[in-house]
């Protein structure tokens, strides 16, 4: 029995699946061992996939292959990573003996983590810059874009909060006021002292100067002006209750 290790194109291998007096192994517990064994990955070669015409080999048979790793230093640049996955599927990415198009390479972890780049490009391909830019522009600004959308994610709700905290800011200006002037016509309606006239009017002219000294942009003036309106309303209230005296 002769264990070998190569792919289809390989010379050895090409001569070993010809001789008449050498049969191929089927392994029926392939699919164990690569459970056992993760480096291990079950593969088929198809019944005629060698020989059409002479069925060889006659039934489909089961092997396992070694997982081969592209291993690079985690101080290597992203964007030769970039080229050297884009070069493995070019290379690998075509179907074989064993393996339809599109199966490798593939992103299975085995004792080395899988780096960012090579995680993001199984998913969703290279830059798709590359097909308009130069690489070394095309990688510049996916990376760009890499650290925006988390940025982006953060600022958008901010982004729409900002124009409440804008309105909230400039009617802040006027609530204190509003709310002094209602405590005041709840007692002149509510507990009406004649006799206390004269602080009710105090009391309006100061909220009224305090009102002519707030600041607000042009967008809030028909706020104020409303407010300025509720000022003159309390003061006709004061000036009714002159009479019961």
Do not use: C
């Not at 884009?86 to 299975?108: N, R, Y």
């Not at 890499?146 to 800011?169: D, E, Q, T």
């Not at 400039?170 to 206390?196: A, D, M, V």
Request: charged letters at 20%; a positive charge.
């Amino acid at each position: 029995m002769v264990i070998t290790i190569g792919t289809a194109d390989n010379i050895f291998v090409q001569e070993l699946l010809q001789m008449k007096n050498v049969k191929l192994m089927s392994l029926s517990q392939a699919e164990a061992y690569t459970r056992l064994f993760p480096a291990l990955y079950h593969v088929i070669l198809p019944k005629g996939i060698v020989n059409l015409a002479k069925r060889l080999p006659p039934s489909d048979i089961h092997l396992v292959a070694p997982t081969t790793n592209l291993i690079v230093r985690d101080t290597m640049h992203p964007a030769l990573m970039y080229l050297l996955l884009d070069a493995a599927v070019q290379i690998h990415g075509g179907a074989g003996w064993v393996h339809k198009a599109g199966e490798f390479p593939s992103p299975k972890v085995q004792d080395f983590p899988l780096s960012d780049q090579a995680e993001r490009f199984y998913k969703t391909g290279p830059p798709f810059l590359l097909n308009y830019l130069p690489f070394w522009v095309a990688v510049f600004f996916d990376r760009i874009i890499k650290i925006l959308i988390p940025v982006a994610v953060v600022l958008l709700p901010l982004i729409r909060i900002i124009p409440w905290l804008y309105s909230w800011r400039n009617r802040s200006k006027l609530y204190r006021w509003y709310g002094e002037l209602k405590y005041l016509e709840l007692e002149i309606s509510e507990h009406p002292q004649p006799e206390r006239i004269a602080d009710y009017h105090a009391k309006l002219d100061r909220i009224e100067a305090s009102v002519n000294k707030v600041d607000v942009p042009l967008a809030f003036y028909n706020e104020l002006y409303t407010l300025r309106e509720h000022i003159e309303m309390v003061r006709k209230k004061v000036i009714g209750l002159e009479g019961t005296l």
